[in-house]
T-cell receptor
Framework: DARVTQTPRHKVTEMGQEVTMRCQPI?????VFWYRQTMMQGLELLAY????????DSGMPKDRFSAEMPDATLATLKIQPSEPRDSAVYFC????????????FGEGSWLTVV | DQQVKQNSPSLSVQEGRISILNCDYT??????FLWYKKYPAEGPTFLIS?????DKNEDGRFTVFLNKSAKHLSLHIVPSQPGDSAVYFC???????????FGQGTELSVKP
């Protein structure tokens, strides 16, 4: 059963600490997205990659957020230093360019910064 | 600047009746539109899509209508069932395989 796997599922951290979220896309998918869900903005695109290369990270606060794909089976989203306003659910999604626009989401990483 | 808007945060419908969820967009370059459903504590799951060359796509109880001149799409669920209670997101893209821009979501509650 192919699915996107995200870790950790839940994270509570103190303000100023570094947070790293990891994502394993569906095997064979060449496009990976990071979204953040907030009450006000809905699902907000932070960054996305194709064939491990970043295509767009304009939605990401550059001073504290960074996204990478060290290899085809791992995407990471790092926040350093974390702030209370970063508290949200972070979703990773993956898709295959040749299959159109449908993307498949992981279950999300629930982040609380206190 | 919200390019995809769902102006109704919530909708309540009686079981068996029709649910209509609406979505507006501002970018005339969008050519691909999708609806996702999300249950609490889960990731969004794909429901149905439509490309700009069509004005209607149907899949079982779910139909998506696209009005390009009005930059408006809607999702119809007939008949509505309690299991349809979830948050529904519409999304749009201007390229095949391009980034999806999502709306804020509409929470649907189907009452028995």
């Amino acid at each position: 059963d192919a699915r996107v796997t995200q870790t950790p599922r839940h994270k509570v951290t103190e303000m100023g600490q570094e947070v790293t979220m990891r994502c394993q896309p569906i095997l064979g998918h060449n496009t990976v997205f990071w979204y953040r869900q907030t009450m006000m903005q809905g699902l907000e695109l932070l960054a996305y990659f194709r064939n491990r290369a970043p295509l767009d990270d304009s939605g990401m606060p550059k001073d504290r957020f960074s996204a990478e794909m060290p290899d085809a089976t791992l995407a990471t989203l790092k926040i350093q230093p974390s702030e209370p306003r970063d508290s949200a659910v972070y979703f990773c999604a993956s898709g295959l360019l040749s299959s159109g626009n449908t993307i498949y989401f992981g279950e999300g990483s629930w982040l609380t910064v206190v | 600047d919200q390019q995809v808007k769902q102006n109704s945060p919530s909708l309540s419908v009686q079981e068996g009746r029709i649910s209509i969820l609406n979505c507006d967009y501002t970018n005339s370059m969008f050519d691909y539109f999708l609806w996702y459903k999300k249950y609490p504590a889960e990731g969004p799951t794909f429901l149905i899509s439509i490309s700009s060359i069509k004005d209607k796509n149907e899949d079982g109880r779910f139909t998506v209508f696209l009005n390009k001149s009005a930059k408006h799409l809607s999702l119809h669920i007939v008949p509505s069932q309690p299991g349809d209670s979830a948050v529904y997101f519409c999304a749009a893209s201007d390229l095949p395989g391009g980034k999806l821009i999502f709306g804020q979501g509409t929470e649907l509650s189907v009452k028995p």
